[in-house]
């Protein structure tokens, strides 16, 4: 059901049982997957495909161009999957380069205000709270959360799984698995509920628990520490550590301790580790 007052290129494809309210705009070069609905305002933009059983809501705008000093003429395109719940006002931009891709997978959902900058890669099952900002080239993995307002710098990386604190400026990459305190932008622990909501058996738990406590518990060098993950867990989840370390350009998020013989636990997130020892440094890229 394509609303009165909408505008829908003769050279959009739209697929079947799609809706599309009122006052929306759906430019040439576009998909609509099957039963997608598009709420009044959207703005489906050219070079914008997107998957079935898509709701978008009001004044989203997908597909804009690249917001660069020195974009070229002929930009890239943005492919959304399947499932994906896209709320008020939120923006998603084409890639710069005509050849590349700004994409998001399945069963995500983007609240009010996020925004997804050109080139992007979201994974599947991500949820971008109210106003969250992604720089160019971000990646996110899937199910990772990231919580209001929180910014990532362009080029970062957040593991699967991760959980971000609200109002987080993330300039580094963020492992998987792990939570970010708010406040600090720290890593806390791991995301023990996002884990328990994920499926992770007890003994997945405990393996990634053992190999946090070696990243940032043992006063490993960088070098010693992947090559120490790489040995230590050469297969299961906990293998995702070392993979995700080994590769990136911007270093890597900290972890925020308390200082020593300080046992006041500050954060339910926070392991259950003695906090007795003194807290590791951020690791250079090229430690």
């Known amino acids: 059901m394509i609303h009165s007052t909408a505008i829908v290129s003769e050279l959009a494809q739209v697929g079947a049982d799609v809706e599309i309210g009122p006052f929306s705009i759906v430019e040439a070069d576009v998909v609509l997957g099957d039963r997608t609905k598009l709420a009044g305002h959207v703005t489906i933009k050219s070079g914008t495909t997107l ?26 395109r943005v492919m959304i999957g ?16 005509a050849d590349q891709t700004t994409t998001i997978g399945d069963d995500c959902m983007l609240m009010v205000g996020a925004h997804v900058a050109h080139d992007c890669r979201v994974g599947n099952r991500v949820i971008l709270t109210n106003g969250v900002m992604l720089g160019g080239h971000v990646e996110v993995g899937d199910r990772a959360c990231l919580g209001g307002n929180a910014a990532v710098h362009q080029h970062c990386r957040i593991g699967r799984l991760a959980m971000v604190g609200g109002c987080t400026k993330v300039v580094q990459d963020l492992p998987p698995f792990v939570l970010t305190d708010g406040a600090t932008a720290l890593i806390v622990g791991l995301n023990k509920v996002g884990l328990q909501r994920a499926g992770f058996s ?3 738990v405990l393996e990634l628990k053992a190999a946090y406590r070696l990243i940032y518990r043992e006063g490993l060098t960088f070098r010693e520490m992947v090559s120490a993950l790489e040995g230590r867990f050469p297969v299961g989840v906990a293998a ?11 270093g890597f998020v900290q972890e925020r301790r308390s200082p020593p013989k300080f046992a006041l636990r500050v954060h339910p997130a926070v392991d259950e580790e003695e906090t007795d020892k003194p807290a590791i440094k951020a690791f250079p890229h090229a430690a």
Request: aromatic letters at 8%; charged letters at 25%; one cysteine or more.
């Open 240 to 250: 995702e550590f070392a993979e995700f370390f080994r590769v990136g350009t911007r």
């Open 51 to 76: 998957g079935a059983d898509n709701t978008v809501c009001e004044g989203a705008v997908l597909g804009g161009f690249a917001q660069h000093a020195n974009r070229p003429p002929n930009s890239g």
């Open 202 to 204: 007890r003994e997945e």
């Open 82 to 97: 399947s499932r994906n719940i896209i709320r008020e006002h939120s923006t998603v931009h084409r890639a710069i380069q």
